[in-house]
C-alpha cells in the first residue's frame, strides 16, 4: 500500500462528531508557531517598536489566529515629536570598533564668518550720508541765520580771500589780453592782405611802382612783426590761463575741502555740546560716547584739511611770483619793440623765454623732427 504524503497540521481543518471545529490541531499550530519564532517574543502578539513613534500602539503588527494569509502591514508609519527627540539623542551616540559608545556634544551652528548683504551695506551707507547731510545743512542754516557758533582761523581766512579776489583780478586780465590776441590777428591779417595788393599794384601801376612797393615793404614788415608780438601774447595768455584755471583753482579745491570739513566738525562739535548739557544716565552716556568719538574723528580730519590748505597757500604764492614775474617781463618788453619798430629786441625777446613761432602756411614738421 502507498504511503501518504505527511500534510501540515494547519491544512486540515478536522470536525468532531457533533459537527463542531476540533481545536486541538490550531493549539498545535500555534505551539509550533512559537517555537520557530525568536524567544523573548510572545505568540499572542508580536511587537514592533521604534524609538521613532510616540507609543506601543504605534506600529505593531498583532499576530493572533492565523486564518491562511499572513497579516497586513501598516502602509504610513507617522513619527512623532518624542520619536524626533530620541532619534536626535541617539545620533549623538557614536560607538567605535572597541564597543564602547561615547556621547558627543549638539548644539546650534554658528557661522564664523557672517554674509553680509550688499542691499543693507548700501542702505547703511544712505543712512549715514542722509544723517551727515542733515547736521551739515542745520548748521549751515544756523549760521546763517545768526544762531550757531563756527571756527575761525582768521590768518588763514585772510590769506582764502585775497586768492579769490587775485583770481578775479587775473581772470580779467587773462579775458583782456585775449581780445588784445584777438585783435591783433585780426590787425595782421589785414596788413598781410594789405601788403599784398600793395605789391600787386607796384607791379600793374608802372608810374606808381616805388610808392606801392614801399609801402607793400612795410606793412609786410609790420605783419611780420606784428606775428612776432602775437606768437608773445599768446605764450603769455597760456602762462597765466595755467596759473587761474589750474594752479589756482587746484587750491581753491581744497580750500572748499577745507570748508566742508569745518562744517562737519562744527555740526558734531555743536551736537556734543548740546548732549553735555543734557542729563546723564545710562541711555544718554553711549550716545554721548559715541558723539564723542565722531567729534574726534572730524576734529581730526579738520586739522589736517588746514594744514594742507596753509601748505598749498604757500607754495602757491611761490610759484605765483615766479611766473607772473617771467610773464610779465615778456609782455613788456614785447610790447616795447614792436611799437618801438625794434625787430631785433622784438626777436630776442622771443629767444630770451624759448618762443618758436609758426610759419602761417609752413610744412608741418615731420615725425622724425618731432621725436
Known sequence: MAQESPKHPAAEIPVTSNGEVDDTHEHGYHRDLKRSLPSGLGLSETQMTSHGFDSATEGVVEAGAHGGSPPPLPSVLS????????????????????????????????????????????????????????KCTRQIISEKLGRGSRTVDLELEA???????????????????????????????????????FADLSLKSLELHEEFGYNADTQKLLAKNGE????????????????????????????????????????????????NLGPRDA?????????????????????????????????????????????????????????AGNQKQLEQTLKQFHIKLKTPGGDAPSWLEEQ
Open 79 to 134: 513619527p512623532s515629536r518624542v520619536a524626533a527627540s530620541r532619534l536626535a539623542q541617539e545620533s549623538d551616540v557614536i560607538t567605535p570598533a572597541g564597543g564602547q559608545r561615547t556621547q558627543t556634544k549638539s548644539g546650534p551652528v554658528i557661522l564664523a564668518d557672517e554674509i553680509k548683504n550688499p542691499a543693507m551695506e548700501k542702505l547703511e551707507l544712505v543712512r549715514k550720508w542722509s544723517l551727515n547731510t542733515y
Open 159 to 197: 590769506q582764502i580771500d585775497i586768492l579769490r579776489d587775485n583770481k578775479k583780478k587775473y581772470e580779467n586780465i587773462l579775458k583782456l589780453a585775449q581780445t588784445l590776441s584777438t585783435q591783433l590777428f585780426q590787425m595782421v591779417h589785414t596788413q598781410r592782405q594789405l601788403g599784398d595788393a
Open 228 to 275: 612776432t608780438l602775437l606768437g608773445a601774447i599768446n605764450f603769455f595768455i597760456a602762462s597765466v590761463n595755467t596759473l587761474v584755471n589750474k594752479t589756482i583753482e587746484d587750491t581753491l579745491m581744497t580750500v572748499k575741502q577745507y570748508e566742508n570739513a569745518r562744517i562737519e566738525y562744527d555740526a558734531y562739535r555743536t551736537d556734543l555740546e548740546e548732549l
Open 283 to 339: 541711555n544718554t552716556l553711549p550716545k554721548i560716547e559715541q558723539s564723542q568719538q565722531l567729534f574726534q574723528a572730524h576734529k581730526e580730519k579738520y586739522d589736517k584739511m588746514r594744514n594742507d590748505v596753509s601748505i598749498k597757500l604757500k607754495f602757491l604764492e611761490e610759484n605765483k611770483v615766479k611766473v607772473l614775474h617771467n610773464q610779465l617781463v615778456l609782455f613788456h618788453n614785447a610790447i616795447a619793440a614792436y611799437f
